[in-house]
């Protein structure tokens, strides 16, 4: 299985600063089929990127997806209070598809 | 307004069964492959099991075949999850999760809230 690892593994930023997250995969990740979401304390995850880079329905243009192959980003061009949560990268190119195991973004 | 609301978690010892129930609404359920993904106390997402549109085609994680079965009821929009001979390394919240497509599992655009499960003695 396609073994995602995300880094860091907590991001200590401020509100209005730029955060950048990056998830790696043990091996190109087919069609480039990554996705990213979000999960707050107590909460569901949210759908945030699919594709690596569309965003989902709802989700601010403050958060963007990029990368190819076996490299991704997700960026978050200007924090939120909203935004510190834990993110999670999913590749579903290879069955069974695989989560990384999470950067927390903390303030 | 698509909603998944789970049900059926609870305490059961090792060995033992259950079985989760997923309700759904707000889309036509027939139409979307429907998944479930799980998370241990204070650790990351697992995804355990996949379905088909038509419940046709069925997909498991190792760690959990032959002791899950997954299936659904289009008549009644529901999602279920038959859990047997579960271990403590089964404890985990489940999360019911509609896939964005209609065979094999994609990725994930909704979320119900989750059932916890507790695998102990």
């Known amino acids: 299985e396609v073994v995602l690892t995300q880094s860091p593994g907590t991001l200590s930023l401020s509100p209005g600063e730029r955060a950048t997250l990056s998830c790696r995969a043990s091996r190109t990740v087919i069609t480039d089929y990554l996705a990213w979401y979000q999960q707050k304390p107590g909460q569901a995850p949210r759908l945030l990127i699919y594709?690596?880079?569309r965003r989902a329905t709802g989700i601010p243009d403050r958060f963007s997806g990029s990368g190819s192959g076996a490299d991704f980003t997700l960026t978050i061009s200007r924090l939120e209070p909203e935004d510190f949560a834990v993110y999670y990268c999913q590749q579903y190119g290879s069955s069974p598809g695989t989560f990384g195991q999470g950067t927390k973004l903390e303030i | 307004e698509v909603q998944l609301l789970e049900s059926g978690g609870g305490l059961v010892q090792p060995g033992g069964s259950l079985r989760l129930s997923c309700a759904a609404s707000?889309?036509?359920?027939?139409?979307?492959?429907m998944n479930w993904v799980r998370q241990a106390p204070g650790k990351g997402l697992e995804w355990v099991s996949g379905?088909?549109?038509?419940?046709?085609?069925?997909y498991y994680a190792d760690s959990v075949k032959g002791r899950f079965t997954i299936s659904r009821d289009n008549s009644k929009n529901t999602l279920y999850l038959e859990m047997n001979s579960l271990r403590v390394e089964d404890t985990a919240v489940y999360y019911c999760?509609?896939?964005?497509?209609?065979?094999?599992?994609?990725?994930?655009?909704?979320w119900g809230q989750g059932a916890l499960v507790t695998v102990s003695s």
């Open positions: 594709d690596a880079s």
């Open positions: 379905l088909s549109h038509t419940g046709g085609s069925t």
């Open positions: 999760a509609k896939d964005r497509r209609v065979y094999e599992p994609y990725y994930f655009d909704y």
């Open positions: 707000g889309f036509i359920f027939k139409n979307y492959a």
